[in-house]
């Protein structure tokens, strides 16, 4: 089993396309486990406890199942309209984003936007966002300041591995941050 596909896979499908593998998820985004099973089957061999594994070990920590495993869910990332019962937070005063260099004059423009996504995802500290940023090519990462924004009524949650997720980040509140890899030039 290739662990790292089979996730990709399991994200792609509960995330944006429950549809490709005869998924129906919930208005909250919860699947049954037996139809994930099944519909992943068609396509790559997979056991309860290697679906059980993928979930405990993934280091973004995608998914989320119910208490009794009967139900699984991607905790964020939906291109598709679902409630993942999000509770509002307040973030801390410094949020980061990491993003690729390719992408600065339009953000520099429209500020951050969820493009094909839910909410537009924020991490803790500038090292997560440059992993996030190395993703998409040449990374840079924005420090946003997300205290004044909550100050300003902007909402945010907190997703259950830690990501942080707002609707969008006007410009105003961005400001590009200097990492380590733009000091070695």
């Known amino acids: 089993?290739?662990?790292?596909?089979?996730s990709k896979y399991i994200a792609y499908l509960l995330r944006h396309r429950p549809d490709a593998a005869g998924i129906t998820l919930d208005e909250h985004g919860w699947a049954k486990t037996e139809e994930l099973l099944a519909g992943v089957?068609?396509?790559?061999?997979?056991?309860?406890?290697?679906?059980?594994?993928?979930?405990?070990?993934?280091?973004?920590?995608r998914y989320s199942f119910n208490a009794?495993?009967?139900?699984i869910r991607a905790?964020?990332?939906?291109?598709?309209?679902?409630?993942?019962?999000?509770?509002?937070?307040?973030?801390?005063?410094?949020?980061?984003?990491?993003?690729?260099v390719r992408f600065?004059?339009?953000?520099?423009?429209?500020?951050?936007?969820p493009g094909g996504r839910l909410y537009?995802?924020?991490?803790?500290?500038?090292?997560t966002a440059l992993k996030v940023g190395k993703r998409h090519g040449k990374p840079m990462v924005y420090?946003?300041?997300?205290?004044?924004?909550?100050?300003?009524?902007?909402?945010?949650?907190?997703?259950?591995?830690?990501?942080?997720l707002t609707k969008t980040v006007s410009p105003e509140y961005l400001e590009r941050e200097q990492t380590d890899t733009e000091q070695a030039k």
């Open 143 to 164: 420090r946003v300041d997300a205290g004044r924004m909550y100050g300003d009524g902007v909402v945010f949650y907190l997703s259950e591995n830690g990501v942080w």
């Open 1 to 6: 089993m290739d662990k790292i596909k089979i």
């Open 68 to 71: 009794d495993k009967t139900r």
């Open 75 to 100: 905790n964020q990332g939906h291109s598709i309209q679902v409630d993942v019962e999000l509770t509002e937070k307040k973030p801390p005063a410094v949020l980061f984003h990491g993003t690729a």
């Open 120 to 127: 537009v995802h924020l991490s803790p500290d500038v090292e």
């Open 41 to 61: 089957k068609r396509t790559a061999a997979l056991t309860m406890e290697e679906l059980e594994e993928i979930v405990r070990t993934d280091e973004k920590q």
């Open 104 to 113: 600065r004059e339009s953000i520099e423009e429209q500020g951050l936007l």
